[in-house]
């Protein structure tokens, strides 16, 4: 016997601040064949509605087929799609079918929509997939999955460090169609900025239920077991903070990073295509005209397109301009619509011992009771201290100034100078054992914290370090040879169990460090632990540089 169709359709769901015409919240584009176009009445609400195809022209790639096989083939085709915008209260819903979605923008987007709703209904211990951000400069995104589900333990979301923005899983739909007509039937909705899921397919019951879901997100999520991915919060936009922000923003995209440092962000619309992508396209930053970059995209290169306009308009050239993933190497096949900049920047600064981060394009901050949990956790660690001396570091000027110093330290007895003694692996072709070996063979690594980035490029380091000991054969046999040319009496035949952070510049303390750099030396510990090596920490007596006290932040 057939099943009977449920009273309910699959929809993709986008949610926009209101107070615009309806029509407005579907960008006008070029070449589509509009079927249907225009106001529609949906259980008493005016709505808006726009259904069609849109042509695809032959892809870049056509030629180059039809050349190898020597035939013409027409590879033009249509993308159908239809989409609903429905006003909700103070709301604008943008319900989506086919290929809809490609016709919304950002302008006004309720970033997180899907995520509030998902945070209230789904199942904790029967999530799929949960796709992250690190809030940091390396901006990586992860994307974990388990076929048969998991708890939200399993996948080892960092509630501070990482901003989560999709999920996929079990939800309760109570209250809405598709749970009375199933008798409670759970559903796998995919959640992100959007929201995919079942609704009402007779106009009565759509409406009810894309009211329900907005009700649902304005709950409050305090029994919610999954409220703990949401510890990064987003500033409002009318928050008195953001202008401040802004004004650091705008220093450190003219490459001063006094505020802080700048990095790359993979927007959420590109996860997939960056990885595809042979290029990059943007329409360009205050005037300057259209410019494609190669696929080893880099902050310094957009940087240098902010720094030679005024201050004042950075940052309002940085919303406005676009920049593009292309499949071809020349900015012309793209992958995805044209992303704002914003959303490709990372940017992270502490006012008033408070963290804030830029992602996405939007203003985090870190929640006091998160961050209060990382520093006594750092705190716990750096308890771990290291009895090597290390004589006083007074700063030469010179750019070798760190290579001087480790130097000085291997004049004392036992102590070997590693640094600018580079290694090389078939997986890493060039990088740094250590800066010193100690009398006992640890590996020290030292720096001088002076910017937010040191510590990111410290901690790296010595996590490529101790995994290519312990992976690669190549490395602890060039570690050995290392030490044996040094000290002719010593050899290295075990991997060394022992790292040291040797810092100067600032001390080992969680009141001076960054939030999102003391996540990092978590991580790292979880790093080092599961290769048995132990963590410690040493603060180098030092001089501080001339004028360095002014320029001073958290690392």
Known sequence: MSRQPLPCAQVTLHRYRGGRPLPEYVPFIAGLIIQREGYVAIDGVRAYTIAGVRPAGA??????????????VDLVGTTPFAVIVLPVGRWVVVATYGGGHHLLDDSGLDEGFGLLYAIRRLDPAELRTVTSSRLDLSARVSRTSFPSGSPVAGFGVDPVGELVTGLT????????????????RQYQIRAGDSLAIKVGNAPETFVADIKAICRIVDESDDGSPLRLISQVRPL????????????????????????????????????????????????????????????????TVLVERFAAISESTRVSELRKSRLTPCADE???????????????????????GNTYCLHQGRWYEIGEDAADRVREQVADLLVNRS??????????GKSDDEHRYCERVARQPGYLC??????????????????????????????????????????????????????????????????????????VTERPRVVVLAIAGRKWDVKTLFTLSMVELLRLRVDLSVDGISLQFADIPFVAKQGGSARRRAA
């Open 59 to 72: 892809p870049a790639w056509h030629k180059d087929y039809t050349h190898v096989i020597d035939e013409n």
């Open 169 to 184: 899983g079990k939800a309760s739909l109570e209250g809405m169609t598709y749970h009375e007509a199933t008798g409670g």
């Open 236 to 299: 409002r936009t009318s928050s008195p903070l953001i202008a401040g922000l802004e004004d650091r923003l705008a220093v450190a995209l003219g490459g001063d990073d006094r505020f802080g440092s700048l990095g790359l962000c993979l927007p959420t619309t590109a996860v997939a295509a960056v990885d595809e992508a042979n290029s990059y396209y943007s329409d360009g930053v205050g005037g300057s005209g259209p410019f494609a970059l190669d696929a080893d995209l880099d902050a």
């Open 330 to 352: 020349h900015g012309e096949e793209s992958l995805t619509r044209p992303i704002p900049m914003e959303k490709w920047i990372a940017f992270e600064t502490v006012i008033d």
């Open 387 to 396: 009895s090597l001396d290390f004589p006083l570091w007074t700063p030469t």
């Open 418 to 491: 590693l640094d600018k003694s580079f290694a090389h692996t078939p997986m890493h072709p060039r990088f740094e054992l250590a800066d010193v070996i100690g009398p006992g063979n640890e590996i020290v690594h030292v720096k001088w914290l002076a910017r937010a980035a040191a510590a990111s490029h410290l901690f790296t380091q010595v996590r490529v370090s101790a995994w290519a000991q312990r992976v690669e054969a190549a490395a602890m046999a060039q570690l050995d040879a290392k030490v044996h040319l040094l000290d002719d009496s010593r050899r």
